[in-house]
């Protein structure tokens, strides 16, 4: 039963990681909700996950999991649909996002030590990366981004299995703190090949705020703990998210750095997004307490009809999301949604991580948490992915985020049972 367990966890990984619909640019139907493949196969692994909770898991492990912040950002959720244009719509999108929520907490309850978790995630990521790779060697004309798409700029890029190169990159730097993980507990042979597998993919999405953004969040995590300072590496994770805050968007809604950004870097508009957070400001300062209802802003008339001023670097009507998680949570929840969710995605594990209890098995694991963590929050101030349904780095990103709760509560066990 605990093989079985730990099968079925990478079969949930996977299956959520890859999705039902792999190698289309479009993503399938699922932005939509309208694809029967993608609602029969989620809502599959979300039973199999209920029935793993249930009948497979340490019951305390999964209790652990719900946190009151957390169930008040459901809350906010569900308002957030109820006050929806059209709540049918948004209800089915957040459906998705509880099934991976679902998905997310299965795969961390299932195994129950720390070499039944690294066998699971070592063949999951294995899987992912060979998927990908398959794609860019048997169907490159799907697996890479081709000249006459939307987006010609991006032609030669890798996405693999995934419907964008921005998406790709995110999820191999995820595969990439595996392998580090893998290394650190002695499988050598297994992390290395994950993390220059990932690496070497990662590269050729062409993805430059990932590139840069990998380093540092090795270096935030491991550098303290390398120094016996380990509890620097969440102070020094603060200061990155308050900086990256200021450097993005600070310089469109404080005034200082706004004017400073004119006189040193004029054209500083991280390719455009600078308008789209602005435009998202007056918006969100129309309904700032509960926000335009979830999944109700971007495509819809309150901005398909938006007037489109001449000299804006994006034409918004056509856009599809804020490119900053950030925003796009308070456009759809409201302001005291997005307090709530600072207080869930980023106080609440820095606070996990400095109770972690010193040892191996659990050090080793939050750093690895910590790592993703770090690297999607702040990737999330120039891509938007806080609860977009079914999206791999919002799906890492709960993976991380409820990892490090429980390393925070348990002893991780160690027993060789492959």
């Not at 703990?225 to 968007?249: E, K, N, Q, Y």
């Not at 400001?281 to 309904?287: C, I, K, P, V, Y």
């Not at 001023?309 to 796009?328: A, L, Q």
């Not at 985020?401 to 492959?418: D, H, K, M």
Request: with cysteine; proline share 5%.
């Amino acid at each position: 039963m605990a093989r079985f367990a730990t099968a079925l966890a990478a079969i949930l990984f996977i299956g959520a990681i890859i999705s039902f619909r792999p190698f289309q640019p479009t993503g399938g139907a699922l932005e939509e909700g309208g694809d029967i493949l993608n609602q029969l196969g989620f809502g599959t692994l979300g039973a199999l996950s209920l029935f793993g909770l249930f009948t497979l898991a340490d019951r305390r492990v999964v209790a652990a999991m719900l946190s009151p912040a957390w169930l008040l950002l459901l809350t906010f959720l569900a308002l957030s649909v109820l006050t929806a244009p059209f709540p049918g719509d948004s209800m089915r999108g957040a459906a998705f996002t509880l099934i991976g929520i679902l998905i997310m907490a299965a795969v961390l309850a299932l195994p129950a030590d720390a070499e039944r978790f690294s066998a699971m995630l070592a063949a999951a990521a294995l899987v992912i990366l060979a998927f990908s790779y398959y794609g860019i060697l048997a169907m490159p004309h799907v697996a890479i981004h081709g000249s006459d798409g939307l987006e010609p700029q991006h032609a030669g890029l890798w996405r693999g299995s995934f419907s964008h190169k921005n998406i790709a990159a995110p999820v191999m730097a995820c595969l990439s703190f595996a392998g580090i993980y893998l290394w650190r507990r002695g499988w050598r042979i297994c992390g290395a090949l994950i993390f220059i597998l990932a690496m070497v993919f990662m590269s050729n999405t062409g993805s430059k705020t990932t590139l840069g953004t990998v380093p540092l969040a090795v270096l935030l995590v491991a550098l303290p703990g390398l120094c016996g300072l380990r509890f620097l590496a969440p102070m020094l994770l603060l200061a990155a998210l308050a900086g990256a805050a200021l450097a993005t968007l600070g310089i469109v809604f404080i005034e200082p750095l706004s004017a400073l950004r004119g006189e040193v870097a004029p054209h500083l508009t991280y390719t455009g997004r600078t308008a789209l957070w602005k435009f998202m400001g007056e918006m969100l300062a129309e309904r700032p307490w509960t926000g335009y209802g979830f999944s109700s802003f971007w495509g819809t008339e309150v901005v398909t009809q938006t007037e489109q001023p001449f000299d804006r670097d994006w034409d918004i009507r056509g856009i599809v999301h804020g490119h900053n998680s950030y925003m796009d949570l308070a456009i759809a929840m409201g302001l005291p949604a997005l307090a709530v969710a600072i207080f869930a995605f980023i106080v609440a594990p820095v606070r996990d991580f400095l109770r972690v209890p010193l040892l191996k098995e659990n050090v080793f694991l939050a750093e690895f948490f910590l790592m993703i963590a770090a690297f999607t929050l702040l990737n999330a101030f120039l891509e938007s992915f806080f609860f977009r349904r079914a999206d791999p780095v919002w799906l890492l990103l709960v993976f991380s985020l409820l990892g490090l709760r429980l390393a925070a509560r348990f002893p991780v066990l160690t027993r060789r049972v492959f």
